[in-house]
């Protein structure tokens, strides 16, 4: 599977953003998706994930609330959207895929696939 993320950028505290993370490749239906972020100096980390149905959905407990992740098996993309956007946001965003995946067991395996990551940077 080869994934590619897009719709970073510069978004002031507050603000909104939407991550797209296009696959190819693989049956991306058979696929959990995720979405982790690294901040500079910081290990990388769960945000959110989702089922390769849709129907089942994790967040960090950072980010509950404001993200919500969604996937669109017809277009193979899957997306983050990102509102009340905090400072603490910002880092590199990377989507991942997972063959057959839960959202709770995204948290804490390693992804079979990775994608490039999209930085996010959050301004006061």
């Known amino acids: 599977v080869q994934l590619q993320a897009s719709g970073g950028g510069l978004v002031q505290a507050g603000g909104s953003l939407r991550l797209s993370c296009a696959a190819s490749?693989?049956?991306?239906?058979?696929?959990?998706m995720g979405w982790f972020r690294q901040a500079p100096g910081k290990e990388r980390e769960f945000v959110a994930a989702?089922?390769?149905?849709?129907?089942?959905?994790g967040y960090a407990a950072s980010v509950q609330g404001r993200f919500t992740i969604s996937r669109d098996n017809a277009k193979n993309t899957v997306y983050l959207q990102m509102n009340s956007l905090k400072i603490e946001d910002t880092a590199v965003y990377f989507c991942?895929?997972?063959?057959?995946?839960?959202?709770?067991?995204?948290?804490?395996?390693?992804?079979?696939?990775w994608g490039q990551g999209t930085q996010v940077t959050v301004s006061s």
């Open positions: 991942a895929a997972s063959w057959d995946a839960t959202p709770q067991t995204m948290r804490i395996i390693r992804p079979n696939y």
């Open positions: 490749g693989r049956t991306f239906s058979n696929y959990g």
């Open positions: 989702i089922s390769w149905s849709g129907d089942s959905t």
